[in-house]
Nanobody
Framework: QVQLTESGGGSVQAGGSLRLSCRVS????????IAWFRQAPGKDREGVAAIYTGGIDDNTYYADSMKERFKISQDNAENTIYLQMNDLKPEDSAMYYC???????????????????WGQGTQVTVSS
């Protein structure tokens, strides 16, 4: 079964950048949708971006308003999905999770329903 381990969160000032990592432990790495979500206290879980790990094209998908400052990418040699976050704002503060839909794709959803496997999350805090 797929296992996910996030890292890279931390505290940053507004305008700064962070790169989150999601290491995917799976023998079926190249047959998954992997997505990033975030959840702030008192708010619903929100989709950020998703990627199909088996694609040879740019099979990346973004929730509305996320593409401008966030970029999802993969390193197949490292079985790792990245989320590059630029020009961070205080409202980006949240727990960030990666999630997997085994045997998903090539189209990957940015809503939470198809994703059955979740990591523990990594905290991002942006100060003004």
């Amino acid at each position: 079964q797929v296992q996910l381990t996030e890292s890279g969160g931390g505290s940053v000032q507004a305008g700064g950048s962070l790169r989150l990592s999601c290491r995917v432990s799976s023998q079926t790495y190249n047959r998954n949708c992997i997505a990033w979500f975030r959840q702030a206290p008192g708010k619903d879980r929100e989709g950020v971006a998703a990627i199909y790990t088996g694609g040879i094209d740019d099979n990346t998908y973004y929730a509305d308003s996320m593409k401008e400052r966030f970029k999802i990418s993969q390193d197949n040699a490292e079985n790792t999905i990245y989320l590059q976050m630029n020009d961070l704002k205080p409202e980006d503060s949240a727990m960030y999770y990666c999630a997997a839909e085994e045997w998903g794709g090539p189209y990957c959803y940015t809503g939470p329903n198809p994703y059955a496997i979740w990591g523990q999350g990594t905290q991002v805090t942006v100060s003004s």
